[in-house]
């Protein structure tokens, strides 16, 4: 009996301790989460026509950053996609923003040949570490983020975002 009350006791004290754990984390994704809006709609980067822009001057628009390459095989795989959608869902206020980590030539050429009727941006080595810090953990590529009309980003995908699952989660924002 006294060892029943010990197994109760230490099985009470853990789902507590699962509880608390896992609160906190909720609190500080949420927080991580806000930060990381904040660094990623504050972004300041050029376009391939040499212009400075901030990513918030699309804000109150559902926006989709995408990060990507043009050697990444499926970043080329998911932009004839995301072309396709733009165009679909523009007028219903859908912003795809392109940041390519690469040459300045190669993305040009890239975006020429690939009709890319988007906004391209051009980022360097600390868009890798933004791209962290939005949660893409592993530094990969394509690394895609989704932020609806308040700024607050609602999903993060790495690797390829399939067009069905796209479609479904940019409904549910336009």
């Not at 390459?69 to 998911?78: F, I, K, Q, V, Y």
């Not at 040459?103 to 040949?113: I, M, N, S």
């Not at 690394?143 to 409904?171: N, P």
């Amino acid at each position: 009996m006294k060892q029943d009350r010990r197994f109760l006791v230490i099985g009470v004290v853990a789902v507590a301790a699962a509880v608390a754990g896992y609160s906190v984390n909720a609190w500080w994704r949420a927080g991580s989460q806000t930060e990381a809006a904040g660094a990623v709609m504050s972004a300041r980067l050029t376009d391939l026509h040499g212009k400075a822009l901030s990513i918030d001057q699309w804000r109150g628009r559902v926006l989709v950053v995408n990060f990507w390459a043009t050697w990444c095989a499926p970043c080329r795989d998911e932009i004839p996609i995301f072309i396709k959608l733009q165009q679909k869902h523009q007028a219903r206020g859908l912003q795809f923003i392109g940041i390519a980590i690469d040459q300045r030539e190669k993305v040009e050429r890239f975006a020429r040949d690939f009709a890319m009727n988007y906004p391209v941006l051009l980022g360097g080595i600390d868009m890798v570490e933004l791209s962290r810090r939005a949660g893409n953990r592993l530094g990969a590529l394509p690394f895609t983020i989704i932020i609806d009309r308040t700024g607050a980003i609602v999903s993060v995908q790495v690797g390829v975002l399939k067009e069905a699952k796209l479609e479904a989660m940019l409904q549910a924002l336009l």
